[in-house]
């Protein structure tokens, strides 16, 4: 089941909405975390203005979204003169799987602006191994990505690195949404998995992310890179923060999350 056909399942079921997910999608026993995120997002997306760009979103994820039907409350929290925030929660047979919190923010006139340096150069993800090999193993949903390390290494690889620079991109080939890019800067693995040398379970619990500015436009077979770092680990749990770039290697976005590590 495709990325965008994924979104395209949403609809009205009450007063919120539901989404079907499938199998492929599995992140172990949950649903890969980019996505929950950004089906969280588009049931707030209903709710506020497309003038209203996502400027950042905050996840919680309190439980497993299991394959299947999923529902998705939202409603706005507040609406001011150029931010509307707005909530969801996210469910599976009643439970709650996540919580999220939405900041969407109009352009206003302001005496400062900053543009974010662009990233120095690395060899082109053209130029590197595809990592994905036929009955490589590890969880469903890495199919719908394209992977290349340009630094760093792959999970349990024991690498003495805490960071990790990889080109991402969606195999979908539907044109990119600000819910692909959700998805997109959550699809790598924790970098704490490559310090490791044999598979660990591991579970995010929180996530953040804030958006730099508007980037689309770009061709769906164009490469991002995610450059991200360990910041802190200790008592079987990581911290982890990350940099999305996009394809001219501007900064994109940045994000912050908390990893279970059981192990």
Known sequence: MLFSET????????AGVSAVIGEDWSQGRATFGGLVAALGNEAMRRL???ARALRGLETTFVGPA???DVRIDAEVLRVGKTVTVAGARLSSDGKAAATLTGVYGAARATALTITPAVAPGLPRAEELPDPNVPGMGGPSFLRHFDFRWAEGTPPFSASPL????????HRDTAPLSESHLVALIDCIPSVILQLLSAPTPSSSLTWSVQFLGHHDGFATDAWWRIDAE???AGEGYSCESCVLLDPNGAPAAIARQMVAVFG
Do not use: D
């Open 230 to 232: 360990v910041n802190s």
């Open 162 to 169: 805490r960071t990790s620079k990889i080109y991402v991109r």
């Open 66 to 68: 299991p394959a299947g």
């Open 48 to 50: 506020v203005p497309a």
């Open 7 to 14: 979104l395209a399942s949403i609809r009205p079921h009450g």
